[in-house]
């Protein structure tokens, strides 16, 4: 994309692309146990025998005790309907732990997400889980990628001016754009810049608009 003004600039943008790996995996599940009206004292004991199941399955899994995070356990009322209106009478209650890892060993982070049903022999259910892969050098590669996507505008500005007579003289504004971290050939950028957990394979991406002086 480019453009010409009245006071010989042409505004270009450029763009770079690099492709990395994942280099920290984080892993979230939720677990909950039911309890009726009068179980809630049960329930939340249950939910702390099954914090020092979970944090055993997770270390027998080769992920170190500092990597684990456990939130604080929620208890959520149970209330009877009728006639599709809450009323006052408690039916029972939803104990519910939350267990987060983060971890830079992704294979044994994958191993712990697919090994999860081995729980289910404790009587330990997880109403969800989720994968989320990072890389972490993002902030050092920023620097070398917008000063790529810079030359590329100077390359594209060369190319447009090659055929006008004139020449692409020095820099004199420039303005990034967002980070975009996106699946390998994956097209859902925002003007917010966008960052895919759901791939190891990531493909990051820059732009930077750049005015040039022509002479």
Request: no cysteine; aromatic share 6%.
């Amino acid at each position: 994309m480019a453009g010409r003004s009245a006071n010989n600039t042409i505004t270009v943008t450029g763009s770079a692309k690099k492709s990395v790996d994942a280099d920290l995996a984080k892993w979230s599940a939720s677990f909950t146990r039911h309890a009726d009206a009068g179980g809630l004292k049960t329930a939340l004991a249950q939910a702390n025998s099954d914090t020092e199941k979970i944090k055993k399955f997770i270390i027998d899994g080769g992920i170190p005790e500092t990597s684990i995070t456990f939130l604080p356990i929620q208890s959520d009322t149970v209330y009877e309907t009728q006639n599709y209106m809450q009323t006052q009478k408690v039916l029972g209650y939803n104990v519910r732990q939350e267990v987060r890892v983060e971890d830079k060993d992704i294979a044994k982070v994958d191993l712990l997400a697919k090994n999860i049903s081995k729980l289910i022999d404790d009587g330990i259910i997880a109403d969800y889980q989720n994968t989320g892969y990072y890389y972490t050098k993002l902030d050092a590669l920023r620097p070398s990628l917008f000063a790529e996507a810079t030359k590329d505008a100077k390359t594209r500005a060369e190319a447009i001016a090659s055929g006008t007579g004139v020449k692409v003289g020095a820099l004199k504004t420039a303005k990034t754009g967002v980070i975009q971290v996106l699946a390998p050939n994956s097209t859902d950028v925002s003007d917010y810049g966008s960052y895919d957990l759901s791939t190891k394979a990531k493909e990051i991406s820059a732009t930077v608009n750049v005015a040039f002086e022509l002479k």
